[in-house]
């Protein structure tokens, strides 16, 4: 049985509206480089000043650190405009499954590639929150790690909150590559691509998940899930 769940949050527990994959090119697009769909598509998920300065440089630009502060201040930006005016919400089911895995003894962590300033406003307009009286038992931010998906870092920086020692009782999962990347790269027992974000079942297709699902909301159903009898 698995002791942790350490899911993605935009896209995976979280729907809002593909905010992300617009606030990240338009970000890197006001520097006058394009970006390649193929492109955006591999660096979702991973720290989004990574990203920024990745998909800079693939678009023949330079990353300087103040082109990619600038950068990452106008993502918070349409980010923040986005969210006002259409406003996240729990994908179906996901609350929930979040709530089942709980009573069934599984801590639940969400990880992101989001800075704090970013990922606990989000959390706080669901009213999602980890401790006490909260429906989470901890929350990694890319503020608290050296280096984001596709490194296990935040993965195990989850561990470490929860308490969880052995990576075979660790399901991970994520709406992009580099979710399924770094839950392989963790040793996750369970690693799990969902299709609530931009990609397809083929799209996960030869990256080292174990398991597609159409939800996290699917997750309880898992054999790995259940509780021990």
């Known amino acids: 049985m698995i002791e942790l769940a350490a899911l993605d949050m ?7 509206a593909g905010a992300v994959y617009r606030a990240l090119r338009t970000a890197v ?5 394009p ?12 720290d989004k000043r990574e990203a920024i300065a990745a998909l800079v440089r693939l678009g023949g630009g330079t990353p300087t650190p103040d082109l990619v502060e600038d950068g990452y201040a106008a993502f918070r930006e349409f980010l923040r405009e986005a969210y006002r005016t259409t406003p996240p919400q729990a994908i179906p089911g996901v609350e929930e499954a979040l709530a089942e895995l709980r009573r069934r003894g599984i801590k639940v962590a969400l990880t992101t590639g989001f800075s704090d300033d970013v990922a606990y406003p989000l959390l706080e307009s669901l009213g ?6 909260g429906n989470l038992d ?3 931010t890319s503020d608290e790690v050296p280096r984001g998906r596709p490194a296990p870092h935040m993965i195990h920086r989850a561990m470490e909150k929860t308490g969880v020692i052995d990576t075979r009782r660790v399901l991970a999962a994520g709406d992009t590559v580099v979710d399924v990347e770094a839950g392989a790269n963790a040793g996750a027992g369970v690693v799990i691509g969902v299709l ?4 397809t079942r083929a799209d996960f297709e030869g ?5 597609v699902l159409d939800s996290v909301a699917d997750i309880p159903s898992l054999p790995q899930a259940r509780p021990a009898v």
């Open 10 to 16: 935009a896209g995976t527990t979280i729907d809002e």
């Open 29 to 33: 697009e006001r520097t006058g480089v």
């Open 35 to 46: 970006v390649a769909e193929a492109d955006l598509q591999t660096w979702m998920g991973t």
């Open 128 to 133: 999602w929150s980890a401790g006490e009286g």
């Open 138 to 140: 901890a929350v990694v």
């Open 196 to 199: 609530t974000g931009e990609l």
């Open 207 to 211: 990256h080292p998940q174990t398991h």
